[in-house]
């Protein structure tokens, strides 16, 4: 079953941390998979989206890294700021499943001052 | 400013009512999704529609419907309201059907409360 995990479900840094949530995922074929920001009553935003060939994005604070042997991502977030508390969900699209976007339950990321 | 719009911003309707949900895009992206967001689980598709014209079923489309008479309009209607329909949904566009890089714009939501 073509599924993508994530964890920690939830976290909380203080502001200036730096942190890394991970993501594993079991979709076959691959195609790429994407880091969404998700800040509350909103859309997701997409941060970064990498290719099989591709082991690391980065987008200002936010660098991603792929590992498609290990099936793994992570999005590290460096210098944590307040506005960095979102919900992050990682996405891995599939060209021969469904509608090809499988989703993570996401994770929760809350930066106090 | 370029994206997607979804109406209404949140609804409480009476179970055995019918709703429809709007979603319109200004990118004239081919591709249009219509999923819903549960606590602890991760946005699951309930329609797509690859083409002005063309629609399919996704993961979850039971007591649903949709119908894409244009590029820019994708409307989600609830024949019959249940409880079980109390969600989050959002409305998104891609302009490349079947993933790819393309790009994956969402929609703010709709929050609809069935009781």
């Known amino acids: 079953k073509n599924q993508v995990e994530q964890s920690p479900q939830s976290l909380i840094i203080l502001e200036g941390k730096n942190c890394t949530l991970q993501?594993?995922?079991?979709?076959?074929?691959?195609?790429?998979l994407r880091w969404y920001k998700q800040d509350t009553g909103r859309g997701p935003v997409s941060l970064t989206i990498?290719?099989?060939?591709?082991n690391t994005k980065s987008n200002g604070r936010y660098t991603a890294t792929l590992d498609a042997d290990t099936k793994q991502s992570s999005l590290h977030i460096t210098a944590s700021q307040l506005s960095d508390s979102a919900s992050y969900i990682c996405?891995?699209?599939?060209?021969?499943?469904?509608?090809?976007?499988?989703f993570g339950p996401g994770t929760r990321l809350s930066v106090l001052p | 400013i370029a994206g997607i719009t979804q109406a209404p911003t949140s609804q409480i309707l009476a179970a055995g009512r019918r709703m429809t949900l709007r979603c319109t895009q200004d990118?004239?992206?081919?591709?249009m999704y219509w999923y819903r967001q549960d606590l602890g689980l991760g946005l699951r598709l309930i329609h797509y529609s690859n083409t002005a014209g063309t629609t399919g079923k996704g993961e979850v489309p039971d007591g649903y419907s949709v119908s894409r008479a244009n590029t820019d309009d994708f409307p989600l209607t609830l024949a019959s309201a249940v409880p079980s329909q109390t969600s989050v949904y959002f409305c998104?566009?891609?302009?490349?059907?079947?993933?790819?890089?393309?790009?994956?714009?969402f929609g703010n939501g709709t929050r609809l409360t069935v009781t």
């Open positions: 990498m290719t099989f060939s591709e």
């Open positions: 996405v891995v699209t599939s060209d021969n499943y469904g509608q090809n976007f499988v």
């Open positions: 993501c594993n995922y079991t979709v076959s074929p691959f195609s790429n």
């Open positions: 998104a566009s891609s302009d490349q059907p079947r993933g790819g890089r393309g790009a994956l714009h």
């Open positions: 990118m004239r992206h081919n591709a």
